[in-house]
T-cell receptor
Framework: DAGVTQSPTHLIKTRGQQVTLRCSPKSGHDTVSWYQQALGQGPQFIFQYYEEEERQRGNFPDRFSGHQFPNYSSELNVNALLLGDSALYLC?????????????FGEGSWLTVV | AQTVTQSQPEMSVQEAETVTLSCTYDTSENNYYLFWYKQPPSRQMILVIRQEAYKQQNATENRFSVNFQKAAKSFSLKISDSQLGDTAMYFCAPAGPTSGTYKYIFGTGTRLKVLA
Protein backbone atom coordinates (compact mmCIF):
# COMPACT_ATOMS: atom_id res chain seq x y z
CA ASP A 1 0.00 0.00 0.00
CA ALA A 2 1.78 3.12 -1.25
CA GLY A 3 1.78 6.04 1.10
CA VAL A 4 1.73 9.69 0.13
CA THR A 5 4.32 10.38 -2.54
CA GLN A 6 5.73 13.75 -3.50
CA SER A 7 7.96 14.95 -6.28
CA PRO A 8 10.49 16.33 -6.70
CA THR A 9 12.29 15.76 -3.40
CA HIS A 10 14.67 18.67 -3.82
CA LEU A 11 14.81 21.59 -6.20
CA ILE A 12 16.52 24.93 -6.57
CA LYS A 13 14.85 27.87 -8.28
CA THR A 14 15.74 31.49 -8.94
CA ARG A 15 13.78 34.44 -7.64
CA GLY A 16 10.89 35.31 -9.92
CA GLN A 17 10.59 31.82 -11.37
CA GLN A 18 7.62 29.51 -11.04
CA VAL A 19 7.54 26.04 -9.49
CA THR A 20 5.16 23.09 -9.55
CA LEU A 21 5.18 20.43 -6.85
CA ARG A 22 3.26 17.18 -7.18
CA CYS A 23 1.54 14.85 -4.74
CA SER A 24 -0.13 11.47 -5.00
CA PRO A 25 -2.31 10.67 -2.01
CA LYS A 26 -2.33 7.45 -0.06
CA SER A 27 -4.48 4.78 -1.68
CA GLY A 28 -8.15 5.29 -0.80
CA HIS A 29 -7.71 8.94 0.18
CA ASP A 30 -9.63 11.71 -1.56
CA THR A 31 -8.54 14.85 0.30
CA VAL A 32 -5.20 16.57 -0.11
CA SER A 33 -3.75 19.41 1.95
CA TRP A 34 -0.53 21.33 1.43
CA TYR A 35 1.68 22.78 4.13
CA GLN A 36 4.75 25.00 4.12
CA GLN A 37 7.35 24.31 6.79
CA ALA A 38 10.17 26.81 7.17
CA LEU A 39 13.30 25.71 9.01
CA GLY A 40 12.64 25.43 12.73
CA GLN A 41 8.92 26.11 12.38
CA GLY A 42 5.75 24.08 12.44
CA PRO A 43 3.86 23.31 9.22
CA GLN A 44 1.73 26.22 8.01
CA PHE A 45 -1.52 25.33 6.25
CA ILE A 46 -1.64 26.53 2.64
CA PHE A 47 -4.84 24.98 1.28
CA GLN A 48 -6.95 21.85 1.10
CA TYR A 49 -8.49 20.17 -1.95
CA TYR A 50 -11.50 17.88 -2.01
CA GLU A 51 -13.59 16.87 -5.03
CA GLU A 52 -11.22 18.88 -7.23
CA GLU A 53 -12.10 22.12 -5.44
CA GLU A 54 -10.18 24.28 -3.01
CA ARG A 55 -12.14 23.93 0.23
CA GLN A 56 -9.94 25.79 2.71
CA ARG A 57 -7.16 28.28 2.39
CA GLY A 58 -4.60 29.51 4.87
CA ASN A 59 -3.00 32.93 4.99
CA PHE A 60 -1.00 32.65 1.76
CA PRO A 61 -0.99 35.06 -1.19
CA ASP A 62 -2.52 34.29 -4.55
CA ARG A 63 0.93 33.40 -5.86
CA PHE A 64 0.20 30.03 -4.28
CA SER A 65 -2.31 28.05 -6.27
CA GLY A 66 -3.23 24.43 -6.61
CA HIS A 67 -5.16 21.84 -8.45
CA GLN A 68 -6.64 18.43 -7.76
CA PHE A 69 -7.12 15.91 -10.53
CA PRO A 70 -9.87 13.29 -10.93
CA ASN A 71 -7.49 10.61 -9.59
CA TYR A 72 -7.14 12.75 -6.40
CA SER A 73 -3.52 13.66 -7.06
CA SER A 74 -2.65 17.30 -6.59
CA GLU A 75 -0.25 20.02 -7.65
CA LEU A 76 0.98 23.08 -5.81
CA ASN A 77 2.09 26.00 -7.96
CA VAL A 78 4.03 28.98 -6.71
CA ASN A 79 4.55 31.96 -9.03
CA ALA A 80 7.03 34.83 -8.79
CA LEU A 81 9.19 33.01 -6.25
CA LEU A 82 10.66 34.99 -3.36
CA LEU A 83 13.62 34.07 -1.18
CA GLY A 84 11.15 33.61 1.68
CA ASP A 85 9.42 30.80 -0.19
CA SER A 86 12.38 28.56 0.59
CA ALA A 87 10.95 25.78 2.74
CA LEU A 88 9.89 22.17 2.97
CA TYR A 89 6.52 21.71 1.29
CA LEU A 90 4.48 18.90 2.75
CA CYS A 91 1.52 17.18 1.20
CA UNK A 92 -0.94 15.35 3.43
CA UNK A 93 -3.87 13.17 2.48
CA UNK A 94 -6.90 11.78 4.24
CA UNK A 95 -10.20 10.14 3.51
CA UNK A 96 -13.06 12.62 3.62
CA UNK A 97 -12.79 16.29 4.41
CA UNK A 98 -15.77 16.44 6.75
CA UNK A 99 -14.40 14.30 9.54
CA UNK A 100 -11.34 14.43 11.73
CA UNK A 101 -9.65 11.50 10.12
CA UNK A 102 -5.90 11.08 10.47
CA UNK A 103 -3.90 12.87 7.81
CA UNK A 104 -0.84 11.12 6.39
CA PHE A 105 2.17 13.04 5.16
CA GLY A 106 4.58 12.60 2.32
CA GLU A 107 8.29 13.11 2.79
CA GLY A 108 8.09 16.60 1.38
CA SER A 109 9.68 18.66 -1.35
CA TRP A 110 12.60 20.85 -0.35
CA LEU A 111 12.48 24.13 -2.27
CA THR A 112 15.43 26.49 -2.23
CA VAL A 113 15.02 29.89 -3.87
CA VAL A 114 18.27 31.70 -4.69
CA ALA B 1 -10.49 30.36 14.68
CA GLN B 2 -8.29 27.58 15.93
CA THR B 3 -5.02 28.36 17.66
CA VAL B 4 -2.49 26.06 19.30
CA THR B 5 0.37 26.77 21.71
CA GLN B 6 3.31 24.56 22.58
CA SER B 7 5.17 26.40 25.31
CA GLN B 8 8.23 24.13 25.52
CA PRO B 9 10.57 24.76 22.56
CA GLU B 10 13.05 22.12 23.72
CA MET B 11 13.12 19.28 26.21
CA SER B 12 15.44 16.45 27.07
CA VAL B 13 14.92 13.19 28.92
CA GLN B 14 17.10 10.29 29.95
CA GLU B 15 16.54 7.00 28.19
CA ALA B 16 13.90 4.88 29.97
CA GLU B 17 12.50 7.91 31.82
CA THR B 18 9.11 9.56 31.33
CA VAL B 19 8.52 12.97 29.76
CA THR B 20 5.42 15.08 29.22
CA LEU B 21 5.00 17.58 26.40
CA SER B 22 2.36 20.26 26.82
CA CYS B 23 -0.12 21.72 24.37
CA THR B 24 -2.97 24.16 24.76
CA TYR B 25 -5.40 25.15 22.07
CA ASP B 26 -8.38 27.32 21.48
CA THR B 27 -11.47 26.47 19.46
CA SER B 28 -15.11 27.43 19.54
CA GLU B 29 -16.15 24.08 18.12
CA ASN B 30 -17.54 21.23 20.17
CA ASN B 31 -16.78 18.40 17.76
CA TYR B 32 -13.07 18.32 17.00
CA TYR B 33 -10.06 16.04 17.10
CA LEU B 34 -6.55 16.36 18.48
CA PHE B 35 -3.36 14.83 17.18
CA TRP B 36 0.28 14.53 18.10
CA TYR B 37 2.73 14.06 15.26
CA LYS B 38 6.46 13.47 15.48
CA GLN B 39 9.01 14.61 12.92
CA PRO B 40 12.40 12.89 13.25
CA PRO B 41 15.50 14.27 11.51
CA SER B 42 14.39 12.49 8.33
CA ARG B 43 11.55 15.10 8.25
CA GLN B 44 8.80 12.51 7.67
CA MET B 45 5.78 13.50 9.79
CA ILE B 46 4.44 10.46 11.64
CA LEU B 47 1.22 10.15 13.61
CA VAL B 48 1.80 9.44 17.29
CA ILE B 49 -1.69 9.53 18.74
CA ARG B 50 -5.24 10.75 18.03
CA GLN B 51 -7.95 11.89 20.46
CA GLU B 52 -11.62 12.52 19.76
CA ALA B 53 -12.84 15.50 21.77
CA TYR B 54 -16.20 13.92 22.52
CA LYS B 55 -14.51 11.01 24.28
CA GLN B 56 -13.59 11.56 27.90
CA GLN B 57 -11.22 8.60 27.97
CA ASN B 58 -7.62 9.51 27.27
CA ALA B 59 -6.09 7.87 24.21
CA THR B 60 -3.12 5.54 24.59
CA GLU B 61 -0.80 3.94 22.06
CA ASN B 62 1.78 1.67 23.65
CA ARG B 63 4.28 3.97 25.43
CA PHE B 64 2.40 7.10 24.38
CA SER B 65 -0.61 8.50 26.21
CA VAL B 66 -2.39 11.81 26.46
CA ASN B 67 -3.92 13.85 29.24
CA PHE B 68 -6.91 15.52 27.61
CA GLN B 69 -8.55 18.27 29.66
CA LYS B 70 -11.38 19.55 27.49
CA ALA B 71 -12.53 22.37 29.76
CA ALA B 72 -8.98 23.66 30.09
CA LYS B 73 -8.31 23.05 26.37
CA SER B 74 -5.16 21.17 27.23
CA PHE B 75 -3.77 18.15 25.42
CA SER B 76 -0.44 16.92 26.78
CA LEU B 77 1.55 13.95 25.53
CA LYS B 78 3.28 11.56 27.92
CA ILE B 79 6.05 9.33 26.66
CA SER B 80 6.94 6.48 28.99
CA ASP B 81 10.14 4.43 28.88
CA SER B 82 11.71 6.94 26.47
CA GLN B 83 13.85 5.47 23.72
CA LEU B 84 16.60 7.01 21.62
CA GLY B 85 14.33 6.69 18.58
CA ASP B 86 11.86 9.07 20.23
CA THR B 87 14.27 11.94 19.54
CA ALA B 88 12.28 14.21 17.21
CA MET B 89 10.19 17.35 16.90
CA TYR B 90 6.71 16.83 18.29
CA PHE B 91 3.75 18.81 16.99
CA CYS B 92 0.33 19.16 18.52
CA ALA B 93 -2.45 19.59 15.96
CA PRO B 94 -6.12 20.28 16.66
CA ALA B 95 -8.51 19.64 13.79
CA GLY B 96 -11.88 21.29 13.76
CA PRO B 97 -14.63 22.01 11.25
CA THR B 98 -14.22 25.28 9.40
CA SER B 99 -16.45 26.23 6.48
CA GLY B 100 -17.73 22.68 6.19
CA THR B 101 -14.42 20.80 6.16
CA TYR B 102 -11.87 19.92 8.78
CA LYS B 103 -8.78 22.09 9.06
CA TYR B 104 -5.65 20.84 10.82
CA ILE B 105 -3.50 23.48 12.52
CA PHE B 106 -0.02 22.69 13.84
CA GLY B 107 1.80 24.19 16.78
CA THR B 108 5.38 25.46 16.69
CA GLY B 109 6.66 22.16 18.03
CA THR B 110 8.74 20.83 20.91
CA ARG B 111 12.18 19.46 20.14
CA LEU B 112 12.70 16.36 22.28
CA LYS B 113 16.11 14.85 22.78
CA VAL B 114 16.44 11.47 24.45
CA LEU B 115 19.80 11.07 26.15
CA ALA B 116 21.65 7.77 26.45
Amino acid sequence: DAGVTQSPTHLIKTRGQQVTLRCSPKSGHDTVSWYQQALGQGPQFIFQYYEEEERQRGNFPDRFSGHQFPNYSSELNVNALLLGDSALYLCASSWGSISGNTIYFGEGSWLTVV
Amino acid sequence: AQTVTQSQPEMSVQEAETVTLSCTYDTSENNYYLFWYKQPPSRQMILVIRQEAYKQQNATENRFSVNFQKAAKSFSLKISDSQLGDTAMYFCAPAGPTSGTYKYIFGTGTRLKVLA
